[in-house]
């Protein structure tokens, strides 16, 4: 694996169409549960993932033999009021999240739950005060052979 530039994402998502550009970029990203936290004092949510980088992929500039990359990424959410989970063992510290899909549902204004859709039917579902979240790379990125590749029809996709 080579390493390549420190420049990467700097997102952040106040509403549902900032959020769905967060979620493209989180798609088919990585996450260990060891790597997922929830603050209850502080109102915070937050995860370390492993993103896939399609911008790169899909960009049609990337040489036909060269290597796919992955870069570690902070995903963030504020003023979260709540958390609940589904299908996903917080004591298997091993258990990996596969990310489909990041949506916002409005309650009452501003308040809503974004749900954090994962592959075999995991969840995590965040009620928020407000929407305000934050996509971060925190390093260089790195190369991996494979592209992502699942039906399109699973749910949360």
Same mark, same amino acid.
């Given at each position: 694996?080579? %390493? ?10 106040? @509403?549902?169409?900032?959020? #769905?550009?967060? *979620?493209?970029?989180?798609? @088919?990203?990585?996450? *260990?549960? #060891? ?17 896939? @980088? =399609? ?10 033999? /060269? ?5 570690? #990424? ?8 709540? +958390? ?7 004591? @298997? /510290? ?13 309650? !009452? %204004?501003?308040?809503?739950? !974004?749900?954090? *859709?994962?592959?075999?039917? +995991? ?9 305000? #979240? ?5 390093? %260089?990125? =790195? +190369? ?12 949360? +996709?």
């Amino acid at each position: 694996m080579t %390493a390549k530039d420190n420049s990467g994402l700097k997102l952040i998502a106040l @509403d549902s169409e900032d959020l #769905a550009v967060v *979620s493209a970029h989180l798609q @088919d990203a990585v996450i *260990s549960v #060891a790597e997922v936290a929830y603050l209850k004092t502080e109102r915070r949510f937050a995860a370390i993932a492993n993103r896939f @980088d =399609w911008n790169e992929a899909l960009a049609g500039t990337r040489p036909r033999r /060269k290597p796919f990359t992955r870069r570690r #990424a902070g995903l963030r959410f504020e003023k979260v009021l709540g +958390a609940q989970l589904a299908n996903i063992d917080l004591s @298997d /510290k091993k258990q990996m999240l596969n990310v489909l899909a990041i949506r916002f549902e409005p309650t !009452v %204004a501003p308040e809503g739950h !974004v749900t954090i *859709s994962c592959a075999g039917g +995991a969840a995590i579902r965040l009620h928020v005060e407000c929407l305000e #979240a934050e996509l971060k790379d925190l390093g %260089a990125a =790195w +190369a991996t052979k494979s592209k992502p590749d699942h039906p399109d029809d699973e749910p949360g +996709a």
